[in-house]
C-alpha cells in the first residue's frame, strides 16, 4: 500500500469505467491529460499478477475525488460492480472525506444512475459546459484548507505551501508522461557537519516554486522522447542508468518538443531542500537509520545488487520516491570539495573547471551514510553508469 502524506492524494481523481465504454473513456483521459488533471484507472495501474482488489482500494485512498462514469454498460459489469461498492461504502460510511461524483456517458439515462447518487450534482460529459465546470473544480479544489497552509513532516517539522494557490499541486508533461509535484518557496539549512565535502552548513532560501518529477525518469519515458534505448534496459518502469550528458541531452529534446524552454536538472540546493522536506535530521524521517529500509532499496549486501522498478517505497512528505538509494541523482552542479562561497540563492555553482557533477540520494548497493539528505558524490559528466540516473525540474 502507498503511504502518502496527511492531507494528501497522488491522483485528482478515481476513474470508475465499464470496458465497453473504452472508446469514449479514451476520449476522456486525454482531456484528461490536456488539464493536467492526474486520474487513476485500471488499465494503466493494474499489471497482470496483481490483486484486483488491493489495487482498487489503493486507487481509491490515493485519489481525493471519485468519478463513476455512469452507461448501461457499467451496470452490468463484474469487476466494475465491485469497484461500485467500495466507491459507495466510502461514499456512505462516514468514514471518507472523498467526494463521489457522478459522471455520465452520452448513452446514459437517469435509471442508470444509483439510487443513492440520483441526488447528487453530477456532470454530463456531452455537456461541454458542465465539463469545462467540472475540470475547472478539480483544479480550484486540489488544496484543502490545511494544505493551503501548510503540510506537516513525518517529524512535526512543517513547510509552507507556495504562497500562490493558483498554482497546481501536480503536473504532467504531455510528451513523457512524467508526473511532476510541486515544491513550495522555502528557506532551509543546507549541509552537516559529518564530512568536510558537506560544510560549512548554511542557509539557502529557495525564491520561487518549481516542479520536480516525483520518480526518477524510466527507461518507458527515455525512449518516448529519445527514440532509442540502451541494450541493457529491462522494464519500463526502471529507473535508466545514464551519463549527466546524456541527461542534458534528454532534457533539451524534452525543451524543444514542448516548445518550452522550462525543463532542466536540479540545482544541488534544490534536490536537498525537496527531500528533507522542512525536516533537519539525518534523514527526512528522523535519524534511526533503522528505518530507511522502509522508503529505500539500498544495503552493502547488495553488492552485487541492481536497480528496482520506481515507486516500490514509501516516498518522503512532499510525495518523491526513491529519493534515497535505488539509483543515484544527477544535479546540475559542478563539483566542489566544500560550501565555501556556495550560492545562498538556490541556484546551481557551475563556477569552476571541474569536469566533474554532484549526485546525491545514494543507490542499491550503498551504505546508510551515503543515503543520508545531505550526502553528496562526485562523478564524471561524461561517462554513463548504470547506477545514476535523474529527475527532472520543470520550472513555474
Same mark, same amino acid.
Given at each position: 500500500?502507498?503511504?502518502?502524506?496527511?492531507?494528501?492524494?497522488?491522483?485528482? +481523481?478515481?476513474?470508475?469505467?465499464?470496458?465497453?465504454?473504452?472508446?469514449?473513456?479514451?476520449?476522456?483521459?486525454?482531456?484528461?491529460?490536456?488539464?493536467?488533471?492526474?486520474?487513476?484507472?485500471? =488499465?494503466?495501474?493494474?499489471?497482470? &499478477?496483481?490483486?484486483?482488489?488491493?489495487?482498487?482500494?489503493?486507487?481509491?485512498?490515493?485519489?481525493?475525488?471519485?468519478?463513476?462514469?455512469?452507461?448501461?454498460?457499467?451496470?452490468?459489469?463484474?469487476?466494475?460492480?465491485?469497484?461500485?461498492?467500495?466507491?459507495?461504502?466510502?461514499?456512505?460510511?462516514?468514514?471518507?472525506?472523498?467526494? +463521489?461524483?457522478?459522471?455520465?456517458?452520452?448513452?446514459?439515462?437517469?435509471?442508470?444512475?444509483?439510487?443513492?447518487?440520483?441526488?447528487?450534482?453530477? *456532470?454530463?460529459?456531452?455537456?461541454?459546459?458542465?465539463?469545462?465546470?467540472?475540470?475547472?473544480?478539480?483544479?480550484?479544489?486540489?488544496?484543502?484548507?490545511?494544505?493551503?497552509?501548510?503540510?506537516?513532516?513525518?517529524?512535526? *517539522?512543517?513547510?509552507?505551501? @507556495?504562497?500562490?494557490?493558483?498554482?497546481?499541486?501536480?503536473?504532467?508533461?504531455?510528451?513523457?508522461?512524467?508526473?511532476? *509535484?510541486?515544491?513550495?518557496?522555502?528557506?532551509?539549512?543546507?549541509?552537516?557537519?559529518?564530512?568536510?565535502? %558537506?560544510?560549512?552548513?548554511?542557509?539557502?532560501?529557495?525564491?520561487?516554486?518549481?516542479?520536480?518529477?516525483?520518480?526518477?525518469?524510466?527507461?518507458?519515458?527515455?525512449?518516448?522522447?529519445?527514440?532509442?534505448?540502451? /541494450? @541493457?534496459?529491462?522494464?519500463?518502469?526502471?529507473? *535508466?542508468? +545514464?551519463?549527466?550528458?546524456?541527461?542534458?541531452?534528454?532534457?533539451?529534446?524534452?525543451?524543444?518538443?514542448?516548445?518550452?524552454?522550462?525543463?532542466?536538472? /536540479?540545482?544541488? =540546493?534544490?534536490? %536537498?531542500?525537496?527531500?528533507? =522536506?522542512?525536516?533537519?535530521?539525518?534523514?527526512?524521517?528522523?535519524?534511526? $537509520?533503522?528505518?530507511? &529500509?522502509?522508503?529505500?532499496?539500498?544495503?552493502?549486501?547488495?553488492?552485487?545488487?541492481? !536497480?528496482? /522498478?520506481?515507486? $516500490?517505497?514509501?516516498?518522503? /512528505?512532499?510525495?518523491?520516491?526513491?529519493?534515497?538509494?535505488?539509483?543515484? %541523482?544527477?544535479?546540475?552542479?559542478?563539483?566542489?570539495?566544500?560550501?565555501?562561497? !556556495?550560492?545562498?540563492?538556490? @541556484?546551481?555553482?557551475?563556477?569552476?573547471?571541474?569536469?566533474?557533477?554532484?549526485?546525491?540520494?545514494?543507490?542499491?548497493?550503498?551504505?546508510?551514510?551515503?543515503?543520508? @539528505?545531505?550526502?553528496?558524490?562526485?562523478?564524471?559528466? &561524461?561517462?554513463?553508469?548504470?547506477?545514476?540516473?535523474?529527475?527532472?525540474?520543470?520550472?513555474?
Amino acid at each position: 500500500m502507498k503511504l502518502l502524506p496527511d492531507n494528501s492524494f497522488e491522483y485528482d +481523481v478515481f476513474i470508475c469505467h465499464s470496458s465497453k465504454d473504452k472508446p469514449i473513456i479514451t476520449t476522456l483521459i486525454e482531456d484528461l491529460k490536456n488539464e493536467n488533471i492526474t486520474y487513476w484507472i485500471d =488499465a494503466e495501474q493494474i499489471e497482470f &499478477g496483481d490483486s484486483i482488489t488491493e489495487k482498487i482500494t489503493e486507487g481509491l485512498e490515493t485519489s481525493k475525488y471519485v468519478i463513476p462514469c455512469l452507461s448501461k454498460n457499467l451496470k452490468n459489469s463484474g469487476w466494475t460492480r465491485a469497484e461500485y461498492g467500495s466507491i459507495l461504502n466510502a461514499e456512505f460510511s462516514g468514514n471518507s472525506k472523498k467526494r +463521489v461524483i457522478p459522471f455520465l456517458l452520452e448513452d446514459c439515462d437517469v435509471n442508470d444512475i444509483p439510487t443513492l447518487l440520483r441526488d447528487k450534482k453530477r *456532470v454530463t460529459y456531452s455537456n461541454k459546459t458542465e465539463f469545462n465546470e467540472f475540470i475547472n473544480f478539480l483544479k480550484n479544489n486540489r488544496l484543502s484548507e490545511t494544505e493551503t497552509n501548510s503540510l506537516t513532516a513525518s517529524n512535526g *517539522v512543517s513547510y509552507f505551501q @507556495s504562497r500562490n494557490p493558483e498554482i497546481s499541486k501536480t503536473f504532467i508533461s504531455p510528451s513523457t508522461g512524467i508526473k511532476f *509535484v510541486l515544491i513550495p518557496e522555502g528557506e532551509f539549512i543546507m549541509g552537516s557537519e559529518n564530512l568536510d565535502n %558537506e560544510k560549512p552548513v548554511h542557509k539557502v532560501k529557495i525564491k520561487n516554486s518549481f516542479y520536480l518529477g516525483k520518480y526518477l525518469v524510466t527507461h518507458k519515458q527515455w525512449r518516448t522522447i529519445m527514440d532509442s534505448d540502451f /541494450p @541493457s534496459s529491462s522494464k519500463d518502469n526502471f529507473p *535508466v542508468g +545514464v551519463s549527466w550528458n546524456e541527461a542534458i541531452e534528454f532534457i533539451k529534446k524534452i525543451n524543444m518538443v514542448e516548445g518550452e524552454n522550462k525543463y532542466r536538472l /536540479p540545482s544541488e =540546493a534544490e534536490w %536537498e531542500y525537496a527531500c528533507r =522536506a522542512g525536516t533537519k535530521t539525518r534523514y527526512f524521517f528522523g535519524d534511526d $537509520e533503522s528505518k530507511l &529500509g522502509d522508503c529505500a532499496w539500498y544495503g552493502f549486501r547488495n553488492l552485487f545488487g541492481h !536497480a528496482h /522498478p520506481v515507486g $516500490e517505497k514509501k516516498p518522503n /512528505p512532499l510525495g518523491l520516491y526513491d529519493i534515497y538509494g535505488n539509483i543515484e %541523482e544527477w544535479c546540475q552542479d559542478k563539483w566542489h570539495d566544500n560550501y565555501d562561497v !556556495a550560492p545562498s540563492d538556490g @541556484s546551481a555553482w557551475e563556477d569552476g573547471s571541474s569536469s566533474n557533477r554532484v549526485c546525491r540520494g545514494g543507490m542499491f548497493n550503498c551504505i546508510a551514510r551515503d543515503c543520508r @539528505s545531505a550526502s553528496r558524490k562526485k562523478y564524471n559528466s &561524461g561517462k554513463r553508469r548504470f547506477h545514476i540516473g535523474f529527475r527532472v525540474v520543470r520550472e513555474i
